[in-house]
C-alpha cells in the first residue's frame, strides 16, 4: 500500500509554469507506475500523463502533450508534473494516482492523493 500527497497547485496568469509534486508513503514506490489526472468542475476526471516504474517511458493526453512533462525521482518517492504554457482550461484538481501496470484509465490505479488545485486565469 502507498499514500499520496500532492502539492505544489496555486493560481498561475495563462502562459505561465508550475510544477506539481506528489510524494509517496512507503518503501515499494518504484513497484508502481504513476499517473497524474484531474478533474475540472462539472466536468468528467480527465487523464493527463502516465510514467514507467524506472521512468523509461511516459504517455501524454493529446491536450497537453508538448506542455507538460511527468517524471520521477524514486530516490525521493517522488513523481512531478512540470505544466508549461498554462491555459485557462487546465484549471483542475490535479490529482496523482499509483498504478500495478502503465494504465490511462483512472478504474486501473489503485491508489490516489487527495488532490491539488490549479487555477489558471487568462
Known amino acids: 500500500q502507498v499514500q499520496l500527497v500532492e502539492s505544489g497547485g496555486g493560481l498561475v496568469q495563462a502562459g505561465g509554469s508550475l510544477r506539481l509534486s506528489c510524494a509517496a508513503s512507503g518503501r515499494t514506490f518504484s513497484s508502481y507506475a504513476m499517473g497524474w489526472f484531474r478533474q475540472a468542475p462539472g466536468k468528467e476526471r480527465e487523464f493527463v500523463a502516465r510514467?514507467?516504474?524506472?521512468?523509461?517511458?511516459?504517455y501524454y493526453a493529446d491536450s497537453v502533450k508538448g506542455r507538460f512533462t511527468i517524471s520521477r525521482d524514486n530516490a525521493k518517492n517522488t513523481v512531478y508534473l512540470q505544466m508549461n504554457s498554462l491555459k485557462p482550461e487546465d484549471t483542475a484538481v490535479y490529482r496523482c494516482?499509483?498504478?500495478?501496470?502503465?494504465?490511462?484509465?483512472?478504474?486501473?490505479?489503485?491508489?490516489w492523493g487527495q488532490g491539488t488545485q490549479v487555477t489558471v486565469s487568462s
Open positions: 494516482a499509483a498504478s500495478y501496470g502503465l494504465r490511462i484509465h483512472a478504474l486501473d490505479y489503485a491508489y
Open positions: 510514467i514507467s516504474w524506472t521512468g523509461a517511458s511516459t
